[in-house]
């Protein structure tokens, strides 16, 4: 007996090993990333602001710090693709950043963002070739791993790029396994599923929590509404199976908040940044910080969209219905009133393209807010409002502009 409760502990102890258990990210990730914006400009000649180089991420360190994001909330600024040398180091093998772009090197990067008060992201890729075609991790993972950690970084997003999608189920793990192994705590961002999306296989998302801090689920995001609400439409169709796995520590991840680039008007801008306060997403800016206007900064910044997201029971919310191209998305939050009914933040989406703003009625019963107490009622878009209280056989009306979005917290009282 004793032989077995002894290799039933050996067993507990090696599968401990090799989940990633590093306590981070136990809220959405919150910070800016240059991918969705800044692409893979190289060419630094014409193109001096906006080039993937030590200026980039220098300045909008500055930003984010200067600007009031990170007194928001945004703390990591996170290097995507196109900052390698096109060759490893022929001496060490180890990873290079391009000599002329991060002339200073990336220690002193990881410097001025961390002296900033921030936290310091870099992209990688589990295949042979990062998807902008420069060297990845696949031979090389544990020299990576060290090199990363030596390098100062909290934040690792790791692609899935000439990668054979049959490996990623254990080699993805083990990438997570060797960043632990080196003492260093960094967020692990993993991509699999998003890639076995693609090729048809259900991602296996017990061991994706196990493994990951948070993982992209689906496609890459586009500076478009269109981009947007197909994002919107893949988390609501495939809410069953995705939305359990959201939580502290682990979280389904959209894609990066576009606001403040071309494609989104302001009402448009308020939209994503709704849903993905309700979908738990890690709100990751892909924008130039220098250029958004105050309006779009006031969505980006607005503290109680923020809070919904940031919300500690980390409870992914859900599509609930659909009613006259209007759709209803309900996260429970904080604070739970003393019979633990929860309270709620509620988004109405139109879909509908008609010209005038629909105005729309349901009863609390509808919304399956059912608190027998009721609820006080807040516009989160409009600071301080008070909308008065509502029982779940009250009628609660909102008026939503075509592509637009109304957003409310139902506090449960």
């Known amino acids: 007996m004793k032989v077995v ?5 050996l067993l507990q ?9 590093n306590g981070l990210a136990l809220k959405p990730p919150m910070g800016w990333m240059s991918w969705q914006r800044f692409r893979c400009i190289t060419d630094c000649k014409a193109y001096p602001d906006e080039c993937i180089s030590e200026h980039l991420f220098r300045r909008h360190a500055d930003l984010l710090a200067s600007e009031g994001y990170l007194d928001a909330g945004y703390e990591y ?12 180091d022929r001496s060490t093998n180890k990873l290079v950043a391009d000599r002329k772009r991060f002339p200073s090197g990336l220690n002193a990067l990881a410097d001025h963002i961390h002296n900033r008060g921030l936290k310091f992201g870099l992209y990688q890729d589990f295949g042979t070739n990062t998807c902008a075609g420069y060297p990845g991790v696949i031979n090389n993972m544990e020299l990576d791993a060290q090199t990363f950690a030596n390098w100062d970084v909290d934040y690792v997003k790791l692609d899935g790029c000439f990668a054979n999608i049959s490996d990623m189920a ?6 997570g396994r060797l960043l632990n192994a080196t003492g260093r705590p960094m967020v692990y961002s993993c991509s699999w ?9 259900v991602p296996d998302y017990e061991s994706l929590k196990e493994h990951c801090n948070l993982w992209r689920n689906w496609d890459d995001i586009d500076d478009s509404l269109e981009s947007v609400m197909q994002i919107i439409d893949y988390f609501g169709k495939n809410q069953d199976r995705i939305q359990p796995h959201g939580g502290p520590g682990h979280w389904n991840d959209p894609d990066m908040l576009i606001l403040g680039n071309y494609g989104l008007s302001y009402d448009q801008s308020k939209l994503q940044m709704a849903i993905w306060a309700v979908l738990a997403a890690p709100l990751i800016m ?8 105050p309006k779009i900064k006031n969505i980006l910044q607005n503290r109680d969209v923020i809070a919904v997201n940031q919300d500690p029971l980390g409870i992914q919310g859900r599509r609930v219905l659909i009613k006259n191209n209007i759709e209803v998305w309900r996260r429970p939050i904080t604070p739970q009133n003393d019979d633990q009914e929860y309270s709620f ?8 393209t ?20 009721g609820y006080g009622v807040q516009d989160l878009f409009e600071s301080k409002s008070n909308l008065g209280v509502f029982k779940p056989e009250n009628h609660f009306s909102t008026r939503v502009i075509p592509n637009g979005v109304t957003f409310y917290k139902f506090t449960a009282l």
């Not at 102890?13 to 258990?21: E, I, N, P, T």
């Not at 892909?286 to 206007?293: I, T």
């Not at 005038?356 to 027998?372: D, G, H, Q, S």
């Open 5 to 9: 409760a002894s290799l039933f502990l």
């Open 13 to 21: 102890l090696l599968h401990s090993g090799l989940a990633l258990q």
């Open 77 to 88: 600024v996170i290097i995507d693709d196109c900052w390698l040398e096109k060759e490893r």
């Open 170 to 175: 254990t080699g993805y793990p083990e990438f």
């Open 193 to 201: 599923p998003a890639y076995q999306e693609d090729s048809g296989e």
């Open 286 to 293: 892909s924008n130039d910080l220098a250029k958004v206007e």
């Open 345 to 352: 933040a509620v988004a109405f989406v139109s879909r509908r």
């Open 354 to 373: 008609d010209g005038a703003p629909y105005a729309i009625t349901f009863t609390l019963k509808e919304l399956l807010l059912m608190n027998e107490n």
